[in-house]
Structure formats: structure tokens, C-alpha cells
């Protein structure tokens, strides 16, 4: 699967839009891009996944770009309760995750 | 539905005991899996399974070891606990396209902490 790099930490005003951006040069046609995100302690969640197109859900949108070797994450109006570490997946063909670092986002008031 | 439990919350072994971490999830999901998180660091594939009778190794297997006897549980068993498996250790599952090329979301259960001493 491919590697993906993040930043490792971010900071976000309540309200504001919180853009997490993920790079995944290495990204084969048949691998989708993934994010979840695990809040304290808390098991992973599930946040939104995509191919190639954009995509939109009731927690995030997810902008990947037309080469595929990057995408961004998008909490459009972002909450303290959105304060969590954020990881971007490549996934292959099968269901293995492999986690990286992840992103530590900061929301505050 | 309960989605995906595990048990027990939290553990403490003493080095060289034995003890196995319970999952089990109500979705009828084929695919289940175990991670490890150590402090400060992202999840490690222990061992996953792709259905019932069917286990394979992750990419921190050694010291554990797993079956599949049924859709719902996948236990992972600790064979002589080392300082070193001090963890969290979570427990997911998800639906697997028989192909292998559709891609399903995850779920994960609340973990399990556990401390060796």
C-alpha cells in the first residue's frame, strides 16, 4: 500500500474550516484514500473515503486532486469536540489499514 | 446493534501469564482484525481474519496468536505476556467484497488497555 505523509500537528479556530491535507505520491489506480479519526483514547472512527472524485458526507468532504497524489480533508465548520489525532489511509485491494503519525488537530475557542 | 465489543476495558499481567482479549461484533462482518497502540504512536496490524476458519499475520504477530471459529468472535491470546505488549490493543471489522477490490469502512471497538509488569 502506498505511504502517506501528514503534518503532524494543526491548529483551527472554533467555527472556522479545519483543511487537513494529506500527499500520497505512490498511489496506485486501484487504491482509495481513507481518513478516520480517534478522539483521546477512543477506538478509530470512520470519517469519509474516496477514489478520485470529490466526495461529501455529514462529517467532512474530501478533495483529492486529478493526479490522485494528494488530497485534503475538510471539516467545514469545525467544533472543540473535532479535537483529535486524523489519519489519511491509502488501502489497497483487502480490508489492512497501515496507520501512520497522523495528524493532531487543535481546535480551540 | 452493539457493533463491535471488547473485553475486558482493562487488564494487568504479570510477565509470563497468559490471558486472551475477547472480540466480538453483531454486523456480520467477514473481515476482523487486531492493532496494537503504543503511547504516542499510530495502530499496528497484529493478525486479521477474512471469514470464519481463515487467520493470517499482520505486521506485529509474534507473541500472539488467533483463530476464527465463528463470524462473530476472533479472540487474540497472549502466550506469555512480556513487558513489551504494554499496549492498547483494539479489535475491528468490516464487510470484504469476495473479489477483494471494493473497499469497506471500519469499525473499531473501544479497545482494550492492558499493562504487563
Known amino acids: 500500500d502506498a505511504k502517506t505523509t501528514q503534518p503532524p500537528s494543526m491548529d483551527c479556530a472554533e467555527g472556522r474550516a479545519a483543511n487537513l491535507p494529506c500527499n500520497h505520491s505512490t498511489i496506485s489506480g486501484n487504491e482509495y484514500v481513507y481518513w478516520y479519526r480517534q478522539i483521546h483514547s477512543q477506538g478509530p472512527q470512520y470519517i469519509i473515503h474516496?477514489?478520485?472524485n470529490n466526495e461529501t458526507n455529514e462529517m467532512a468532504s474530501l478533495i483529492i486532486t486529478e493526479d490522485r497524489k494528494s488530497s485534503t480533508l475538510i471539516l467545514p465548520h469545525a467544533t472543540l469536540r473535532d479535537t483529535a489525532v486524523y489519519y489519511c489511509i491509502v488501502q489497497g485491494a483487502g480490508n489492512m489499514l497501515t496507520f501512520g503519525g497522523g495528524t493532531r488537530l487543535m481546535v480551540k475557542p | 446493534n452493539a457493533g463491535v465489543t471488547q473485553t475486558p476495558k482493562f487488564q494487568v499481567l504479570k510477565t509470563g501469564q497468559s490471558m486472551t482479549l475477547q472480540c466480538a461484533q453483531d454486523?456480520?462482518?467477514?473481515?476482523m482484525s487486531w492493532y496494537r497502540q503504543d503511547p504516542g504512536m499510530g495502530l499496528r496490524l497484529i493478525h486479521y481474519s477474512v471469514g470464519a476458519g481463515i487467520t493470517d499475520q499482520g505486521e506485529v504477530p509474534n507473541g500472539y496468536n488467533v483463530s476464527r471459529s465463528t463470524t462473530e468472535d476472533f479472540p487474540l491470546r497472549l502466550l506469555s505476556a512480556a513487558p513489551s505488549q504494554t499496549s492498547v490493543y483494539f479489535c475491528?471489522?468490516?464487510?470484504?467484497?469476495?473479489?477483494?477490490?471494493?473497499?469497506?469502512?471500519?469499525?473499531f471497538g473501544p479497545g482494550t488497555r492492558l499493562t504487563v509488569t
Open positions: 474516496g477514489l478520485k
Open positions: 475491528a471489522s468490516s464487510y470484504r467484497d469476495p473479489l477483494g477490490f471494493s473497499s469497506y469502512e471500519q469499525y
Open positions: 454486523m456480520n462482518h467477514e473481515y
